[in-house]
């Protein structure tokens, strides 16, 4: 079975930084794609940042130049960089990442989310 787990969400001033950080465990091939995603309430999950195995990302526009993704291939972790906090950036923050299975199948992975708040 694989597993997500999310660290570093909270409440944070506007204009401040957090770090997110995501750990991959249990048995599997190889990790492929990954990514946050964010949920505000009442809106749909959306995608925030993505990296890919080589190292390639991918960024909302909203935020472009604020926010940084990062992988650990051989720690299997992933991070994301927040700066210059937004009060709209405020929502769950989930992790994602495809991986191949020891049958070698794509299998999509969620973690259980971690509340980012941004407020004075």
């Known amino acids: 079975q694989v597993q997500l787990v999310e660290s570093g969400g909270g409440l944070v001033q506007p204009g401040g930084s957090l770090r997110l950080s995501c750990v991959v465990s249990?048995?599997?091939?190889?990790?492929?794609?990954m990514g946050w995603y964010r949920q505000a309430p009442g809106l749909q999950r959306e995608l925030v940042a993505a990296?890919?195995?080589?190292?390639?990302?991918n960024y909302a526009d909203s935020v472009k130049d604020r926010f940084t993704i990062s992988r650990d291939n051989a720690k299997k972790t992933v991070d994301l960089q927040m700066n210059s906090l937004k009060p709209e950036d405020t929502a769950v923050y989930y992790c994602?990442?495809?991986?191949?299975?020891?049958?070698?199948?794509?299998?999509?992975?969620w973690g259980q989310g971690t509340l980012v708040t941004v407020s004075s």
């Open positions: 994602n990442a495809e991986v191949t299975t020891t049958r070698l199948r794509y299998l999509e992975v």
């Open positions: 249990g048995s599997f091939f190889s990790i492929n794609a």
């Open positions: 990296i890919t195995s080589g190292g390639s990302t």
